[in-house]
């Protein structure tokens, strides 16, 4: 029987960067993965924030180019509200380039990763297990931890386009009978179009791929592609951050743990936050053995920070005609509505910053 300190299931970002930080303190950590490459099942559409690119070293190279635009359409797809910020507030990332950059540091601070392996693992136990396989976790069932009840499912392509005259930008179509609950996107930065769609599953209006490739065939100005399509998407959770995240066997990270934005899917920004306060209370347990310390990744906490967001989700849930879309947007032209809507994908708000919430945990 091989005995490990922590066990991370899960090789996406949130589990790479969560088994980098606990092998950097000197913490023996194994990392398991189904997949058998990185390359395949990628369910993230890979948009990353400003806040994310100013806190984070993520790798350049990977990166597409800056996005300051984002253009929001309600269903007619007439007299949509443009917004222009001063700063770079997206880039989309090319994910498989960015999880073979995460798996080498993890290896690089003295993690083990194996890929092509399921959990549980055979002939492994492990004082500590760090949940970050997804929406639909394992762990988190098989721990006794909470688990995401509210989701959306998302499918996006991504295709290389000739350069274009226009701005890098960032299209959002509000449509119910497209999206229902959620949205359709369509980001031309200049190299790629994504183009994509998520929604709930129990509203669709049909297969995710066919309503994504309608979408995009039909969507106004959008560069034809020039090669191949890539294809990713899967369950998102969008009912907040769990409230019963650790026990003394484990903790949940990212997807798992329900660290996706409410109102706009975002997961990227979270899962990173999320998996260093989880790396510093995972490693401070496993050096003491109090279990108090654990009370310190309180989910319930993390929670009441988006209470506004989740009431958002809701009442973006329950647009469920066009009309009612429309009638969204008459506020949405208004300058109090420009400036609300700038203020969601602009403003400086994000997931609380893990290092602050852990220094103050410690004072």
């Not at 990332?93 to 549980?120: I, Q, S, T």
């Not at 791929?209 to 191949?228: K, Q």
């Not at 990713?232 to 066997?249: D, S």
């Not at 920070?305 to 009638?327: D, I, K, M, Q, Y």
């Amino acid at each position: 029987m091989e005995i490990v300190d922590v066990l991370v299931v899960g090789a996406g970002l949130a589990g790479l960067h969560t088994a980098r930080l606990l092998a950097g303190q000197g913490h023996d950590v194994l990392v398991v993965d189904r997949r058998s490459t990185l390359d395949a099942g990628i369910r993230t559409t890979g948009i990353f924030v400003r806040r994310t690119l100013e806190d984070f070293a993520l790798p350049a190279a990977h990166l597409g180019p800056a996005i300051r635009r984002v253009v929001l359409y309600p269903p007619s797809m007439r007299r949509p509200v443009e917004l222009v910020s001063a700063r770079d507030e997206f880039r989309v990332a090319d994910m498989a380039g960015v999880y073979a950059h995460a798996l080498a540091r993890a290896r690089e601070a003295g993690a083990r990763v194996r890929l092509g392996v399921a959990y549980p693992v055979a002939g492994v136990a492990a004082r500590f297990t760090v949940g970050a396989d997804g929406a639909r976790s394992t762990v988190a069932r098989r721990l006794g931890l909470d688990v995401n009840r509210h989701l959306i499912v998302g499918a996006e392509e991504v295709y290389p386009i000739a350069a274009g005259g226009s701005p890098p930008t960032f299209h959002c179509v509000v449509d119910p009978r497209l999206a229902p609950g959620y949205l359709a996107w369509a980001v031309d930065d200049g190299r790629h179009a994504h183009v994509g769609l998520a929604g709930r599953a129990d509203r669709l209006a049909g297969p995710l791929p066919r309503l994504v490739r309608t979408f995009a065939d039909g969507f106004p100005g959008l560069p034809a592609a020039t090669g191949p399509v890539r294809r990713r998407g899967g369950p998102i959770p969008v009912g907040g951050v769990l409230r019963r995240l650790a026990c003394p066997q484990g903790l949940l990270v990212g997807d798992a743990a329900g660290a996706v934005s409410p109102l706009t899917a975002g997961g990227l920004d979270p899962c990173l936050r999320l998996s260093e306060l989880a790396a510093a209370v995972a490693g401070d347990y496993l050096r003491s053995g109090d279990a108090a310390v654990l009370r310190h990744y309180d989910g319930a906490a993390l929670r009441a920070r988006f209470r506004t967001r989740l009431l958002l989700r809701h009442a973006l849930s329950g647009v469920r005609s066009p009309a009612a879309a429309e009638a969204a947007f008459a506020a949405l032209r208004t300058p109090p509505g420009r400036a609300a809507a700038a203020r969601v994908l602009f403003g400086d708000g994000s997931f609380p910053d893990s290092r602050l919430t852990w220094r103050t945990a410690q004072a």
